[in-house]
């Protein structure tokens, strides 16, 4: 079968002061999985600031036909026009942050502010206006479309080792699925299989008492907080993604933004944007190594300063930095010094900072030391510092929908709770994470060491393939996912040769997620997912081996396995 359509052709961009206007396309047969790419702008402008005048420039976009084939994930805004590939560097990192991946010159960096910045403007789809929707609900429905396109492609099509061998391999989701044999047998247990009149009625809209109890409990034990966690400070809900649409509603007014560091994972811009009306502003990173940065993609308070700065420049209010930690798609764990400095930032901008530490207990290295937010013995502004957690990564039931926001600010906490009318998590599925979080000896001595040695199994299972074929990537502590660098697989250095090599592994029946997915500013990087059965792991290496063999590579500097991807080439 089809999975959407051939590449489309590059429509024309409209120019302000030397700033380009650069719609980002996001192809059907991608969706969360898939790359966006430069297009054109759209017939909906971005919402003004309350009492203010829009820019007559966010008002004047040129008419376009539409194009069936394409649906619009994100608008971006980038200084300039031309944003080169960062050069490859020329020696190996490392364990520690890299393989393939190396070090520049030691000369200072002549970086240009705005290498470190872009703003997302998700007004900016480009569909059909139904006749059945307003301007807003042709917007969401675009969304939807976009979102969820690679995702149904994956599921008419996915791989059954007996019912369907040659189904979709899907490597491009980040779940586990490793551990359902540990997960199903606890789930069936009795204690899980209660109820009671209180779970069948109305509940309150924080969550029943008795399970922020445990999730105070839980959070203070495995965040090592100094002192005991409130339950008054914990509100449940449907999702870490209601959580973000929450935050975004209540903190922010519709036009104003949020800063984040990209890559970052992608679905964050519909979280915040769909009902709230909110913006991303990128402080961008890349993959060069240099004195002022010591890893590729690091994020540092200067990048962040510049992408506020430009943001403010332009009338943008940004209400609030968003950290992910461990990050997706890096795989980046903060050290208590950075997240320190990225605190102390937020602080004297008077931003909020919502700190999203869903991966926190996927840290499968056991020479890694993951450092949560609510360990810190002061933070430089408890009102405005506000963590998330949920149980779909850590536990692997991305399909049990629970996930919880911790904040000390009460205004905050009893917001967030009215909107839980609408996120508000089954009284039945509340008991049964009461059981599950407050079990600590089926956690330690069962669970999470067996999970975090299977890991770290697939892990080095699909790394070692990954140098065996000469593919860079970065070395990772925790999560589901490895950062690999497919550059030198690129005819020249365009998002639209990362989409056709994704699609090249797509119709090999194998998902991966190109990285404008994750809106990273270089092309050529994807996210692979290895957080599954070995026999699909070794599927999808296979297939993504098959690939990567019918294409010729683009002179670049040479990578470390070099001598291994010859000899494997003369099999």
């Not at 054109?40 to 820019?55: D, E, I, K, M, V």
């Not at 980038?78 to 050069?87: G, M, T, V």
């Not at 690679?150 to 491009?172: F, M, R, S, T, V």
């Not at 700190?355 to 290295?365: C, K, N």
């Amino acid at each position: 079968m089809g999975v959407g359509p051939p590449p489309a052709r590059r429509r024309p961009h409209t120019q302000r002061a030397g700033w380009q206007e650069a719609g980002v396309l996001l192809p059907r047969g991608a969706g969360r999985f898939g790359p966006s790419w430069p297009g054109s702008p759209s017939p909906f402008p971005a919402a003004p600031l309350p009492g203010s005048t829009p820019a007559p420039s966010w008002g004047r976009h040129n008419t376009l036909e539409w194009d069936p084939h394409l649906s619009w994930e994100m608008f971006s805004i980038l200084k300039q026009e031309d944003r080169q590939l960062a050069p490859s560097p020329a020696l190996p990192l490392g364990t520690d942050h890299g393989e393939g991946l190396g070090r520049e010159s030691s000369e200072k960096r002549d970086e240009e502010p705005a290498d470190f910045y872009g703003l997302g403007d998700p007004a900016a789809k480009f569909s059909q206006i139904s006749p059945y929707l307003s301007s807003r609900g042709s917007i969401i429905k675009c969304f939807r479309d976009a979102a969820e396109e690679g995702y149904k492609a994956y599921h008419l099509d996915e791989y059954d080792e007996d019912k369907n061998p040659n189904g979709i391999i899907n490597l491009g989701t980040s779940e586990n699925k490793l551990c359902f044999d540990l997960l199903s047998s606890r789930l069936n247990q009795r204690d899980m299989q209660h109820i009671e009149p209180p779970m069948l009625q109305y509940p309150d809209w924080k969550g029943h008492r008795w399970l922020r109890d445990e999730v105070a409990g839980f959070l203070t034990y495995y965040c090592k907080a100094p002192v005991p966690l409130k339950p008054e400070n914990v509100v449940v809900v449907n999702g870490c993604a209601s959580l973000f649409s929450a935050l975004a509603t209540v903190l922010c007014n519709p036009g104003e933004a949020f800063l984040i560091s990209s890559p970052y994972y992608g679905a964050i811009t519909q979280h915040v944007y769909l009902y709230g009306n909110v913006r991303l502003v990128y402080a961008h990173l890349d993959s060069r190594v240099t004195e002022m940065d010591g890893r590729p993609f690091q994020l540092t308070v200067r990048k962040l300063e510049i992408a506020l700065q430009g943001a403010k420049s332009e009338g943008i209010n940004v209400r609030g930095l968003i950290l992910i930690n461990p990050h997706n798609p890096l795989g980046d764990i903060y050290s208590q010094e950075q997240l320190q400095e990225y605190l102390d930032f937020a602080k004297r901008h008077e931003l909020h900072v919502i700190v999203d530490e869903i991966y926190m207990l996927s840290v499968f290295d056991e020479s890694a030391m993951f450092q949560s937010v609510l360990s810190m013995d002061r933070l430089p502004d408890p009102q405005k510092t506000h963590v998330i957690w949920g149980t779909s990564k850590d536990f692997g039931i991305s399909g049990v929908r629970f996930a919880t926001l911790y904040t000390e600010n009460q205004d905050i906490a009893n917001a967030v709770a009215s909107l839980g009318c609408l996120h508000g998590v089954c009284g039945t599925t509340q008991y049964q994470m009461a059981q599950l979080l407050r079990d600590r000896d089926w956690i330690n001595q069962v669970y999470l060491s067996e999970n975090h040695s299977r890991l770290r199994a697939a892990h080095a299972y699909v790394t070692e393939e990954l140098e065996t074929l000469g593919v860079p990537f970065l070395r990772t502590k925790a999560g589901f996912f490895v950062w690999i660098d497919l550059r030198k697989y690129l005819h020249t250095d365009t998002f639209e040769e990362e989409f056709s090599l994704w699609r090249r592994f797509l119709d090999h029946k194998v998902l991966l997620s190109c990285g404008k997915a994750f809106e990273c500013k270089e092309p050529g990087w994807f996210r692979l997912v290895f957080s599954d059965k070995i026999h699909r792991l070794r599927l999808g290496m296979q297939r993504i081996r098959e690939v990567l063999g019918k294409e010729p590579q683009v002179a670049k500097t040479p990578s470390p396995c070099q001598p291994l991807e010859k000899s494997i080439q003369s099999r």
